[in-house]
């Protein structure tokens, strides 16, 4: 009687242990799938990234061409105030496409990120100079800055072109 609860017993003891090897196996299973459809979609964003690269390049020497020409034609059309309004349109346009293009390019992994100590103050400052050159006599704008330095660890083009961003939304939406 002792030899069946033994037998028992070690089935008993075998199922368990069975079952908990099932167990492991099935909880790596689950994370192989977890782990392949992860790579699977790490390279579809490569490939996304990689086409976006492409694209943003070959964009990026359109708007070359084009902001080149524009700037040839701002000083031939500067008694025309009308056209040259227009190229400066035009200009203004092209720069949000190219600073778009270089978000692409950044987001594509071919440009390098260098952030770098900056004073804040000084990079609203210029962009502000930049701004009211572009907005015009119509348009009032005024920065208020602090007498402090702001260091800022950031790269000096993105976060110009966040300013440009958030500068040039209203600006594009009046219509200037």
């Known amino acids: 009687m002792k030899d069946i609860y033994k037998k028992k017993d070690h089935l008993i003891k075998e199922l368990i242990a ?9 909880s790596k299973e689950a994370k192989r799938k977890k782990l392949e459809a992860q790579l699977i979609q790490a390279q579809k964003m490569e490939a996304v990234g990689q086409l ?9 020497n359109l708007l070359t061409a084009i902001i080149g020409y524009g700037h040839l034609l701002k000083p031939e059309l500067s008694k ?17 496409a190219a600073n778009l293009t270089n978000d692409l390019l950044t987001f594509s992994r071919k440009q390098i990120i260098n952030p770098r ?29 602090t007498d402090k330095d702001l260091p800022v660890m950031v790269d000096n083009t993105q976060i110009e072109q966040v300013w440009q961003r958030t500068q040039g939304m209203p600006c594009h939406m009046e219509g200037i």
């Open 117 to 145: 100590p900056v004073n804040l103050n000084n990079i609203i400052n210029d962009m502000g100079n930049l701004l009211t050159r572009i907005i015009g006599e119509d348009i009032e704008f005024s920065t208020v800055l």
């Open 52 to 60: 976006a690269g492409g694209i943003a390049h070959d964009f990026n």
């Open 80 to 96: 025309n105030i009308q056209w040259h309004s227009y190229v400066q349109q035009i200009l203004s346009a092209a720069e949000r």
């Open 18 to 26: 069975l079952r908990l090897r099932v167990d492991a196996l099935e």
